[in-house]
């Protein structure tokens, strides 16, 4: 039934879903039209909040930040000893059903730890897999592997990088988040009560078995899958490249020490971060330097790592592109005061026995026009716990369900999705049938554990 069911709804979505970027384009006229019609803002305030600094352009360092993600996470892959290493894990599966949950498996931990890494993790080793695949001739469904590898996103916000339930740890945070006056009063929260509580245990654990066991149901025999003829991106050696009488500057190219004179200082720089801040504390632009550092040193020849990057910077096309329009987007939300309007309606909506959920269902809705846990966090946040404050209910539980919404719905979203997208080949409408059915089944666990727990 489970795989009858992916199969009808990746047809289904094969045949209506827009290119990702004529979905950002709908997205921004859907929020200028709800804008326009349920906030007293004006269509010129509007068109400024779209393109002001909170908007189109407020997403431009985040957008680079996505590209370096995807481009030094494919040099580091490309490079021959993770080559081997990559080989040898794609080589495990013998069936095209644990072939897809181990991609899932690994994506979703690697992204507990966080979510960068479980991101680019999630999508190298799903186009390694389908490698391996093709050349020991097992059939897979390419598709289904890659949403596979996008399943890390699903847990994200359960794990130690997640925004939400990092941002209640500390009183200069509250106080951020909540104004001077109720900051001042609402307790913090440790990750004992968020991160480490029964409910998120539970609730993320829960998800890392279920999610691999649908990816394998949901994998079709082998007469029905429609594998892709991937060429084999494994790095060559550059040394044909290499001239008969090379200049000094083409032996620089081609040394290590000139590699080593950036690698020193990209790796002084990760001991002391680790040292200072701590695994639990890494950010975006430390993935990055770290994916920067074993690349370098890997590739060991900078003529090396130019090719790879090289290669990897035509996945970076839909980033470049629909990153600003979701800015813009998010830019509208926020100064007209929609995202907080259909977060209050969870709050008038809801009951005490109810206000979880419809903390968790308005984040999901919210998580489409505002695709980033911060700016999410930051326009729910003071609502969910306000609410949860007069209701007496517990605010740990509360944050999780901003949480849980935000990363539930990253499985209709594809914005997060297009480093994977851009590095695997993978169309959206392809894969995102797979994740719809992934994104009905984790609903229904997230509402299950939120209605015992909260």
Known sequence: MIRALGASLARLFRAVTPDPFLLAIGLTALTA??????????????????????????????????????????????????????????????????????????????????????????????????????????????????????TGMLVWHGGFSGTAPLKVTTRPDLIELLGPELGAVV????????????????????????????????????????????????????????????SWTERLEASPLVTLVLVVPLAAYVVRYLGAKGFGNIDLNFVNVVLLTAGLLLHARPRSYLRAVETAVSGCAGIILQFPLYGGIMGMM??????????AAAVTLSSPSTYLVFTFLSAGLINLFVPSGGGQWAIQGPIALQ????????????????????????????????????????????????????????????????SIFG
């Open 187 to 246: 307790p913090t929260l440790p990750i004992f009560e968020t991160l480490l509580s029964p409910l998120n245990l539970v609730t993320t654990l829960g998800l890392w078995v279920l999610v691999p066991l649908l990816i394998y149901a949901m994998t079709p025999s082998a007469g029905e899958s429609t594998p892709l003829v991937l060429e084999d991106t494994e790095a060559k050696d550059d040394a044909p490249m290499a001239p008969s009488d090379p």
């Open 334 to 343: 926020a100064v007209s005061g929609l995202a907080k309007l259909l977060a």
């Open 387 to 450: 609410a949860a404050d007069q209701l007496g209910l517990s605010l740990s539980s509360a944050v999780m369900a901003v949480a849980y919404g935000d990363q539930w719905t990253n499985m209709l979203q594809p914005f997060w999705a297009l480093p994977l997208l851009g590095l695997t080949g993978v169309r959206a409408r392809d894969m995102m049938g797979y994740t719809a059915v992934i994104f009905l089944a984790s609903g229904v666990w997230f509402v299950a554990l939120l």
């Open 33 to 150: 039209v709800l804008a326009l019609l349920l906030t007293p803002i004006g269509a010129g305030e509007l068109v400024d909040a779209w393109q002001g600094p909170r908007g189109f352009f407020g997403l431009l360092g985040f957008s680079m930040q996505m590209c370096l993600v995807l481009v030094t996470g494919h040099a580091l892959a490309s490079a021959p000893v993770v080559q081997g290493v990559f080989r040898r894990v794609a080589e495990w599966p013998r069936s095209a059903g644990a072939a897809g949950a181990m991609v899932a498996a690994v994506s979703m931990g690697f992204a507990l730890l966080n979510w960068g890494l479980g991101l680019m993790v999630g999508a190298i080793l799903s186009k390694r897999v389908a490698e391996s695949a093709a050349r020991r001739g097992l059939v897979l469904h390419y598709p289904l592997i890659a949403a596979a590898g996008y």
